[in-house]
Nanobody, 114 residues
Framework: QVRLVESGGGLVQPGGSLTLSCTAS?????????GAWYRQAPGQTRKLVAG???????TFGDSAKVRFTISRDSAKNTLNLQIDNLRPEDTAVYFC???????WGQGTQVTVSS
C-alpha cells in the first residue's frame, strides 16, 4: 500500500526558513505528479497551504502565496514546500496529499518559536 512520507519539520526561530519534503513510501513505484500541502494548527481544521498540478500550475491558500513556494522534483519523486520568514502562527502539523488518488501522509510538525 502506498504511503506518503513527509520530512523536514522541526523547531525554527521566527524569521527562519524551512523546506518540507514529501515522497512515496519506499518500495513503491507511485509517482507524485500532482498534490498539495495542508496544515493543521491545534484546535483548527486542516487547511490548504499550496498545491501544484501535473502541468505545474500552483494554487495557494489564504495568506500563503508570498512566503510559500511549492515545487515538484520528478527525479527525486518529491513534493516540496519552502516556507520563508516563518512566523509563530505557522506552527502546525503539515500534511502532504497526492491529488491523483488522494493519499495522505502522516504529517510533520513545524514549530516556530524563539
Amino acid at each position: 500500500q502506498v504511503r506518503l512520507v513527509e520530512s523536514g519539520g522541526g523547531l525554527v526561530q521566527p524569521g527562519g526558513s524551512l523546506t518540507l519534503s514529501c515522497t512515496a513510501s519506499p518500495g513503491t513505484d507511485f509517482m507524485l505528479t500532482t498534490g498539495a500541502w495542508y496544515r493543521q494548527a491545534p484546535g483548527q481544521t486542516r487547511k490548504l497551504v499550496a498545491g501544484i498540478t501535473e502541468s505545474g500550475k500552483t494554487t495557494f491558500g489564504d495568506s500563503a502565496k508570498v512566503r510559500f513556494t511549492i515545487s515538484r522534483d520528478s527525479a527525486k519523486n518529491t513534493l516540496n514546500l519552502q516556507i520563508d520568514n516563518l512566523r509563530p502562527e505557522d506552527t502546525a502539523v503539515y500534511f502532504c496529499q497526492d491529488w491523483s488518488v488522494g493519499y495522505w501522509g502522516q504529517g510533520t510538525q513545524v514549530t516556530v518559536s524563539s
